[in-house]
């Protein structure tokens, strides 16, 4: 999922992994309250089809097992065709294993027993069920100097719908431009709720990625159509950022690394680290600062917008009936810590890592619930619920422990309070997830992650590059 990242890693919301669909991903809902869905800016992600090649081709594995609760447990495998030097063709085939063998063990009890004739006879009439299978085409362009240019077409034999998307990509010496066509768009809320909108488009343009010191980021958003729940989940009201109309961002934070200490023991010679971006025992801050301001225009969106989130926004806002548009904006800040013990060159135990952070979206609703708590305790009333409420982040913990050679395990998650409940019942585990991850011992800083989510059911296993 999207929490499978580093603390560390920044504060912008990232694209989430999802194993509801071939593409593997969905992106998160755009709010006024948190930042802009940024996971596009951070350069173009080795596609779905593409990392399961590479498994394919360099990891001896056949097929890739994949699992979610619309299409159980399948198997997938790629067939690539490159067709020029800067291009490639790949053929990404999903069968439903779970499917294929229940349906079997329904129908095809009575004839086990029979001859074997009868029995393949058997298997091959399921084989030819249409729904047991889902196909994927996605087409990779490098267009010179530094453009890429995806496009894919993904369709299940359950569904009628075909997903598309094609996703332009271009280098500047400072910036990053990212365009992205969606068919239906797929997204995912707060809550963990899928929802499709029939298209989307989103354009990008977000300065380079850097350790500390000043970055921005400005886009839009177009959405056409009115969004459903994706497949059978119980309805829910849409999140209004997903309404037909347009929206224009603007984010701007400043981030400062603060270096506790690391380590300056020598490393051991002729042992090359799992990971090279791991080698080094630390302790360090980060903190970001910045400020985002939002504009909705279009009827059903602003309409949407007024109605859902004045009564929890407490920054900057204003409606304007002329142009029919509605503007949000507000700070926001973040601390993260994390801690490293080991250097990852030994084969058992050489890595241990943690890593927290604390978000607050809002620092209009901070301030104003600060004011309340401190006029609540300097009359010495109890403190209201909201005020408290208005003051806590949202903090969620990552740690990592290396388990024999590259495999290491780790398990992230979020962490919520309920102040209507004492001791440590007031505090709650939202959203873990846990990992087994191999590291690619020979390409630096890679690995392999196999990633369970226990609240959405889903399992999945995929290749992350260069991430800390």
Not at 21 to 48: E, I, K, N, Q, Y
Not at 437 to 453: D, H, N
């Amino acid at each position: 999922m999207k929490k499978l990242r580093w603390a560390m890693d920044g504060f912008w919301d990232l694209d989430v992994s999802t194993s509801r669909t071939l593409d593997g991903s969905a992106s998160p809902v755009p709010s006024p309250f948190h930042l802009l869905p940024l996971g596009l800016s951070r350069g173009v992600r080795l596609s779905r089809a593409k990392q399961i090649d590479f498994m394919q081709s360099f990891m001896v594995a056949p097929f890739v097992p994949s699992y979610s609760p619309s299409h159980g447990f399948s198997l997938q495998r790629v067939f690539s065709i490159p067709f020029s030097d800067s291009g490639s063709i790949t053929l990404l085939g999903q069968f439903n294993l779970q499917k294929f063998m229940s349906s079997l063990m329904k129908t095809g009890s009575g004839e086990m027993g029979q001859s074997f004739s009868s029995f393949i006879q058997c298997i091959g009439r399921h084989l030819y069920q249409r729904s047991l299978y889902a196909v994927g085409i996605s087409a990779d362009i490098l267009l010179p100097p530094d453009d890429s240019l995806m496009i894919s077409f993904d369709g299940y034999g359950d569904s009628d719908i075909v997903r598309t998307k094609a996703v332009f990509h271009r280098k500047f010496l400072h910036h990053d431009l990212t365009m992205e066509a969606l068919s239906p768009g797929l997204f995912m809320d707060k809550s963990g709720r899928y929802w499709d909108v029939p298209s989307s488009l989103v354009v990008d343009l977000g300065s380079a990625a850097s350790d500390s010191g000043l970055s921005y980021h400005l886009s839009m958003h177009q959405n056409t159509g009115f969004p459903s729940p994706l497949g059978s989940e119980p309805t829910h009201s849409a999140p209004f950022c997903l309404f037909p109309g347009l929206s224009a961002k603007a984010a701007f934070a400043f981030k400062k690394n603060f270096e506790i200490w690391r380590s300056n023991a020598k490393k051991l010679k002729m042992v090359q680290p799992y990971d090279i971006f791991l080698s080094t025992p630390h302790v360090s801050l980060s903190a970001i600062i910045g400020a985002v301001a939002t504009s909705y225009f279009g009827d059903d969106l602003v309409r949407s917008a007024a109605q859902g989130s004045l009564a929890e926004f407490k920054g900057f806002y204003m409606q304007t009936s002329r142009i029919r548009s509605t503007i949000f904006a507000d700070l926001f800040t973040s601390i993260s810590f994390s801690a490293q013990y080991g250097m990852f060159q030994k084969k058992y135990l050489d890595l241990t890592r943690f890593s927290a952070c604390m978000d607050f979206h809002s620092g209009s609703k901070f301030l104003s619930g600060s004011m309340l708590l401190i006029d609540d305790l300097s009359n010495s009333r109890h403190p209201k619920t909201e005020a408290v409420k208005a003051t806590l982040p949202n903090a969620r913990f990552s740690i990592q422990q290396q388990i024999a050679g590259p495999v290491s395990f780790r398990a992230d998650s979020g962490v919520a309070i309920d102040l209507n409940k004492a001791g440590w019942d007031l505090l709650r585990v939202d959203e873990p997830t846990f990992a087994l991850e191999y590291a690619l011992q020979v390409l630096g800083s890679a690995k392999a992650i196999a990633w369970y989510s226990p609240k959405h059911r889903e399992f999945m296993v995929e290749l992350r590059f260069y991430e800390t």
